[in-house]
């Protein structure tokens, strides 16, 4: 199995920056792509972003597109999700995923049921 932790959210500024880190765990696991989803209060978990297993592709949802950077150090087992000129509506609890179905390959998926792992979430917020 694989194991994702994410740490690093917490309360910040609206304008301000942040960057949530997830330590990926288990066998083969800088074969995955890796994907960044959230969910905001009352609302379904969405795509934020995604990155290739070896760090050269990424994938933005448009919401963010422009403000998010995704990386990732594969002899550390990390991923990351860099967030700048966050606003309120960024608030959410940010998850970290691995998709395990299409190892070494470049193919991003954005739906959350191709993820088949997952963190605990992070929760972010955003104040104005």
């Known amino acids: 199995q694989v194991r994702l932790v994410e740490s690093g959210g917490g309360l910040v500024q609206a304008g301000g920056s942040l960057r949530v880190s997830c330590a990926v765990s288990g066998h083969s696991v800088s074969s995955y792509a890796l994907g960044w989803f959230r969910r905001a209060p009352g609302k379904e978990r969405e795509f934020v972003g995604s990155?290739?297993?070896?760090?050269?592709?990424?994938f933005y949802a448009a919401s963010v597109k422009g403000r998010a950077t995704i990386s990732r150090d594969n002899t550390k087992n990390m991923n990351y999700l860099q967030m700048d000129n966050l606003n309120p509506l960024d608030t959410a609890v940010y998850y970290c995923?691995?998709?395990?179905?299409?190892?070494?390959?470049?193919?991003?998926?954005?739906?959350?049921?191709?993820?088949?792992?997952w963190g605990q979430g992070t929760q972010v917020t955003v104040s104005s």
């Open positions: 990155i290739n297993w070896n760090g050269r592709r990424t």
């Open positions: 995923a691995a998709d395990t179905t299409y190892p070494n390959t470049d193919y991003l998926g954005r739906a959350p049921d191709e993820y088949e792992y």
